[in-house]
């Protein structure tokens, strides 16, 4: 029997569209399901990065979940850290060194906090801000002087403290100490309230960089504390460098650097973990929009979160999960 082409051609268009019909029937029948429908993210104050980029992921799980999203302006880490334990929130960012104490159940935590993580983010440099004109060239010559070391309940006090006690200072005693938010002590600063400003961040963090628009400051170099806080709190602490081009300095800036993670409850699902991971990568795109601190989000390198536990159904989606890049990189 012979089959002309004109019927072999409707025949192969007929196959097509029958399994393009399958295609959309299958998907209406196994919708891609949320695992979530409401999610709360602590984030920071309006000034920092983790506001920034937990705006975006809460876009991200908007668009790609349907889900409802609150977005916490906290004072970050410490406050952060009690929020997840609590079940006030489901996932926040927080410093590594915040996260320990919260584990162990050292001070300011009064008993250990049932958290993990499910990425090693970025680092959180150390800038400590005074005015271009101050006589203040080391942390000795904040004695006296008005600081803010940022918001009560933030991982910025904690390393402010430490950097303090390097020099002798109680900032309970021998500073004017003020807790101002990043946006609080940028203001303050500019406007001749305070002397000097502690935070903890990203680069550029975006509260610092409106203040440098606004008035000549400087970055005080702390190569000495950063010794003095190695020696005593080992791999937390890492020495950096602020490059001159962040802020219009007029030179480079030896900092500390304290990794970040993205902490959730040890009792979370594996499911939704595995899901929350996934997310942070596929809204990777979205996040560096935000703020360039997320090109170092990594698969790589996320699962490194040392001495926080990383979440079992965080490491299955490492285990799976092949490393991506952006366009262009």
């Given amino acids: 029997m012979t089959v002309s082409p004109a019927r072999v051609a409707w025949r192969a268009a007929a196959g097509v569209g029958l399994l393009l019909a399958s295609l959309l029937v299958a998907g209406c029948e196994r919708p891609r399901e949320a695992p979530v429908d409401h999610l709360v993210i602590a984030t920071g104050g309006r000034g920092g990065v983790y506001y920034a980029l937990g705006q975006a992921l809460a876009r991200a799980a908007r668009e790609r979940w349907s889900a409802t999203v609150d977005v916490l302006v906290t004072a970050a880490s410490v406050e952060n850290l009690r929020l997840v334990s609590e079940g006030k929130a489901d996932i926040a960012f927080a410093t590594v060194d915040s996260a320990a104490l919260a584990v162990e159940g050292h001070e300011p935590f009064d008993r250990p906090l049932s958290l993990v993580a499910i990425a090693g983010l970025y680092d959180d440099y150390l800038q400590l801000v005074v005015p271009a004109d101050t006589n203040i060239g ?17 991982g910025t006090e904690i390393i402010a403290a430490r950097i303090l006690a390097t020099a002798g200072i109680d900032p309970d005693r021998d500073i004017e100490r003020q807790r101002l938010s990043v946006e609080a002590s940028a203001d303050a600063l500019s406007a001749g309230e305070i002397d000097a400003f502690f935070f903890s961040g990203g680069l550029p963090t975006p509260a ?5 628009r606004q008035m000549p400051i400087r970055l005080l170099s702390l190569p000495d504390e950063i010794t003095a806080l190695q020696e005593r709190y080992g791999e937390f602490y890492l020495a950096r460098s602020i490059p001159t081009s962040v802020y219009g300095l007029a030179a480079e800036v030896t900092t500390l650097g304290i990794a970040n993670v993205l902490v959730v409850r040890s009792d979370l699902p594996d499911e939704v973990a595995y899901a929350l991971t996934s997310l942070l990568f596929e809204a990777k795109p979205e996040l560096v929009a935000a703020h360039e601190e997320a090109r170092r989000l990594d698969q790589r390198s996320a699962l490194a979160t040392f001495p926080i536990r990383l979440h079992p159904g965080a490491a299955r989606y490492y285990r799976q999960s092949k490393p991506m890049a952006l366009p262009g990189r």
């Fill in 138 to 154: 080391r942390v000795a010559d904040l004695r006296g002087r008005r600081v803010s070391t940022g918001s009560a309940g933030s």
């Fill in 208 to 212: 610092v960089a409106g203040v440098a």
